[in-house]
């Protein structure tokens, strides 16, 4: 019996040693050893609410990762801390006079071990310790909590920590300088000469007094070489294309191409054929530009879905949007320009080179991500760029200053800097965020600048469904040009700011409304009521109220078209109407009567008064009055077809059934004298009565 007892007492003490040396020496049927640097790992030791408190005290040091199974950030930190376990795991202690090297272990050394603590299964516990947000390392030393490095830091930073508090304890025992492996790695990196070392560090400015940790990774030296690239359009000619050829340049490579598609005897293309070989000349090394014939490629151009002639297209790789602008050379270029810029790739810019990109550019998508966001994200975001040509520019960013500014807290998310001021993209799901389609109808309502230059390329878009804010303007006169677009910038953002905040007070005084109706159902227990109440729904969208937009356009250049449309000229001044091109109609005078001219208060003033219903100042009309009136019919034919269709059946049918009584009118009334004999009619159409008797 006491043999029994002592053996019982010898196994507990090897037990409890074994935990002190590691963090499972004993391999687990459920989870799998690993291997670093040929050596076995046995698995991290995972603490629970039974044996947090004990083994916390079991050793010198304790490192905990605390973290949650659902969490972005900490799965994206998990291979960061395992293979720092796994480094530490199988590094050899310092060796000295008292150790050999069979016995030197390092956790043994220091009395260190490693673990991890579930914060979903043991939620109580995390918050026991004041674990606030995850993932979280924590030191512990002798029990008590030494260090803490929260969210997924890098493998040197948690390496840092450690390293501090065991050159600490063991004073000269550390190196000055240690090689960490990658995250994922399962070998030791190699380290670099002493030759290289040293003007790497001369080169880096470091001294050699202070601790450097130094990551490399397992690949370095496998990198294959990059395939060499293709100089574009080397010899500056636009390439013919064949359906052949088209396939094989075109949509099976990721080379960018600017084609054009024609018809031999369609005088708009031989108008553009000169300005389109220029174009393949100045872009000479720079980007492809091709043709296709349309009458010998006919095929092909069907495939493409062509609308007229000439159509250009920009392609790259699968994708395509089409040119829209001018067909002059200028033009070209400038959009073949952006293209380039656009297919080199997504920005990746910080705060400061957000700031230099502000100052030329007027539109900025930016796209905010952290270290969390998917490749699937990613992917859906390359497939934006393309439809942005010539419109805007796309950027992304993972800085925290600009997450600072603009208030960011949940990534991945978009939004579209104007001039300085942010819109923000409200969808937030994922689905959403990788909805190619929804994304871009959202960007393509806000990818104007403020007060855009209204032009023929860009006329119908600005125009059309809003009341617009025209202000004629004459840009020979360059001071006076700059102080007139500062006034109407002035007025498009004070006005903005107030539809937000009547907007938003709005949609407040229906929550108001809600919240008294469930209050009311609750209090008289009326539970249909509540259900009701509880069915409101407050809709946060604006696209019920005509938008307002403030735009500019030269006076000089499109003289004639403002003296026809609107009776201005600019010889006159510079002045601005305000423009509904959905009803034909404008205002170009204030309350008072006077002009309305490019200043902040005038342009002001003037809006709540035209805006209103019905408008508070008389409208003009852009057409005649006899033009007006089928433009009406017109309008609610399209506006109102199934009450249009009743409204004209009615009248068919009225017309019919006059028309029906006037040609009995006459034919004359039908009369029984002229068909019935005299006796006949004094008996009665029957004759004699049922019973025989006569009158």
């Not at 530490?88 to 390092?106: C, G, L, N, R």
């Not at 199934?642 to 034919?667: E, P, Q, V």
């Amino acid at each position: 019996m006491r043999l029994a007892s002592l053996a019982l007492l010898l196994s507990a003490a090897v037990l409890g040693s074994a935990q002190v040396i590691g963090a499972e020496t004993n391999d687990s049927p459920d989870r799998e050893n690993t291997y670093f640097n040929g050596k076995r790992v046995p698995p991290l030791l995972e603490l629970t609410a039974d044996n947090f408190d004990k083994e916390v005290k079991s050793s010198k040091f304790l490192v905990v990762k605390y973290f949650s199974p659902y969490c972005p950030h900490c799965i994206d930190f998990a291979p960061t801390y395992q293979t720092l376990y796994e480094y530490y795991y199988t590094s050899k202690a310092p060796v000295d006079a008292e150790s050999t090297p069979s016995t030197a272990s390092f956790e043994k050394f220091y009395d260190i071990r490693f673990a991890e603590l579930n914060c979903i299964a043991y939620g109580d516990l995390c918050t026991k310790h004041n674990i606030q947000s995850y993932p979280q390392t924590t030191l512990y030393q002798d029990g008590e909590v030494a260090d803490v490095v929260k969210g997924g830091k890098n493998i040197s930073t948690i390496s840092t920590m450690i390293e501090t508090a065991l050159e600490k304890e063991k004073p000269g025992t550390r190196p000055t300088e240690i090689l960490l492996p990658e995250p994922g790695a399962t070998t030791l990196p190699t380290a670099p000469k002493d030759g290289e070392a040293s003007e790497k560090t001369k080169e880096d400015g470091k001294d050699d007094s202070t601790t450097a940790i130094k990551t490399t990774g397992d690949k370095v030296g496998n990198a294959k070489p990059s395939k060499p690239l293709k100089t574009p359009n080397e010899q500056g000619i636009s390439v013919s294309l064949t359906a052949e050829s088209f396939q094989n340049l075109v949509t099976m490579t990721q080379e960018p191409w600017f084609i054009k598609f024609y018809a031999p005897w369609c005088h708009h293309c031989q108008a553009m054929a000169s300005n389109w070989q220029q174009l393949a000349k100045e872009m000479k090394g720079k980007l492809n530009i091709g043709e296709v014939n349309c009458d010998a490629e006919s095929r092909l151009c069907k495939d493409v879905h062509l609308r007229g002639y000439p159509t250009v297209l920009f392609f790259k790789g699968g994708e395509r949007v089409e040119y829209n602008g001018l067909r002059g050379l200028g033009d070209f270029i400038q959009y073949a320009e952006k293209a380039m810029d656009i297919c080199s790739g997504i920005q990746d810019v910080d705060a400061a080179s957000f700031k230099a990109l502000e100052e030329k550019e007027d539109v900025i998508f930016v796209y905010f991500y952290d270290h969390a966001t998917t490749t699937e994200d990613f992917m859906a975001l390359e497939r934006l760029p393309l439809s942005l040509i010539g419109h805007a520019k796309v950027v992304k960013t993972k800085d925290p200053k600009l997450y600072d500014r603009y208030k960011i807290t949940t990534w991945p998310r978009l939004l579209v800097s104007r001039e300085g001021r942010p819109t923000y993209y409200n969808p937030l799901t994922p689905r959403e965020m990788r909805e190619t389609h929804l994304v871009l109808n959202w960007m393509k309502s806000v990818w104007l600048p403020i007060v855009p230059e209204l032009t023929a390329s860009n006329a119908r878009e600005i125009m059309d469904g809003k009341i617009v804010v025209l202000g004629i303007l004459n840009r020979e006169d360059q001071e006076t040009f700059l102080s007139n677009k500062r006034e109407m910038k002035r007025a498009a953002n004070e006005w903005m700011d107030k539809q937000i905040q009547l907007f938003q007070l709005e949609r407040q005084n229906l929550r108001d409304a809600k919240q008294l109706r469930l209050e009311e159902a609750e209090d008289r227990n009326d539970q249909r009521a509540l259900r009701a109440a509880k069915s409101i729904r407050i809709s946060m969208d604006m696209s019920d109220r005509k938008e307002v937009a403030f735009a500019w356009v030269d006076g000089v250049f499109w003289q004639r078209w403002i003296r026809t449309t609107y009776g201005i000229d600019i010889k006159d001044g510079e002045r601005v109407i305000i423009n509904d091109e959905d009803n034909r109609r404008y205002w170009d005078i204030t309350i008072t009567g006077s002009p309305i001219v490019p200043s902040r208060v005038s342009i002001l003033e003037t809006i709540s008064k035209v805006t209103a219903s019905p408008p508070l100042i008389k409208p003009k009309l852009t057409i005649s009055s006899f033009e007006k009136i089928f433009f009406d019919i017109r309008v609610t034919f399209s506006e109102h077809p199934y009450l249009s269709f009743g409204c004209i059946a009615g009248i068919a049918l009225g017309c019919a059934s006059w028309f029906r009584g006037r040609l009995r009118r006459n034919r004359g009334a039908f009369r029984l004298e002229d068909n019935l004999p005299i006796k006949e009619l004094k008996e009665g159409l029957l004759g004699t009565t049922a019973n025989g008797k006569k009158d």
